[in-house]
């Protein structure tokens, strides 16, 4: 039976704790929506796109979704790097050019959360803990 002290994963809810986070870094004047995401990670292949931070936000960058990937769904159970979880769309062709359409996206997502890290020189959990949560007095989030 749940209670106050019921633990829940929290899934696409982390979204607005990546937006916050990104909002706030802008707002700090160390980004823009207009930057591209390239600027920040290099290492990941756009097969000639760009796509801006803006678009990961929006849903509308056009980069594959990891979670459609039967490979990912065979690695559930394994703890990996963001940067392993991007890979497995590394080499899918875009499901539409930048800002011409929209698709729920968690790879675009996890992209935020690394751009987030090339920032600010820590770990997502460790910013998000320090910079939204404490200051806001959610001592059972993480």
């Known amino acids: 039976m749940a209670n106050a002290g019921t633990v829940y994963r929290i899934g696409s809810i982390?979204?607005?704790?990546?937006?916050?986070?990104?909002?706030r870094l802008i707002e700090r004047g160390k980004l823009s929506l207009d930057d591209p995401m390239s600027k920040y990670l290099p290492d990941v292949p756009l097969h000639g796109h760009t796509v801006t931070i803006r678009q990961l936000l929006n849903h509308t960058s056009g980069i594959h979704s990891y979670t459609s990937d039967p490979e990912w769904q065979k690695t559930w159970s394994r703890d990996l790097r963001p940067r392993q979880?991007?890979?497995?769309v590394d080499k899918d062709t875009f499901d539409f050019a930048p800002g011409t359409a929209w698709r729920h996206n968690n790879t675009g997502y996890v992209l935020l959360g690394m751009i987030i890290e090339k920032i600010t020189g820590e770990s997502y959990a460790n910013y998000l803990q320090h910079d939204l949560f404490t200051p806001l007095g959610l001592r059972h989030t993480s």
């Open 14 to 23: 982390t979204k607005q704790f990546t937006s916050a986070a990104i909002m």
């Open 85 to 88: 979880i991007v890979g497995f």
